[in-house]
């Protein structure tokens, strides 16, 4: 049973931190070149569709399975070091959603009220763009950590 807890520890804090780092070195560099109006309409229209099944249950499990592996002792039993991998990288994990829940969500929820009241797609796009950035780069490498740490954990675990 801690064979497969890791595995899937592994497994779903790898596709997230994966969905992370493609949104940071690809998705928003694209945007980036965009015109305002074109910017904040993908945007809004990512924000609706993005958080869904798959995707919240990737996000959900990357912290949901390095936090049972952290309770489940492997068989041979685990090193100090180990654990402590583990608890970093589910820790990171962590991080990530407080960034996520208390940053960008509130960030992409003002973008999405900037349509009804009638915000010009500049200003709108001026008030989100830089800072959802930097909070999504702090995020990326939470995430990016958090794989590393979890997979780093399972080294010698029979």
Known sequence: MSTLLLTLAVVSTGLYAGMMLIFRTGIMPALARVPDAQFVNVMRRINEDVPRGL??????????FPLAALFVAPDGGRTAIQLWLLAG???????????????NVPLN????????????????????EPRWNRLHTI???CAVAAFALVTASGAGWS
């Open 109 to 128: 929820n003002a973008l999405a009220s900037s349509e009804s009241a009638g915000t010009p797609d500049g200003e709108a796009r001026a008030a989100f």
């Open 89 to 103: 990288g589910l820790a990171l994990s962590v991080v990530n959603h407080g960034i996520t829940a208390g940053g």
């Open 139 to 141: 995020r990326t490498l």
């Open 55 to 64: 995707f919240v249950l990737t996000m959900l499990a990357s912290v949901g």
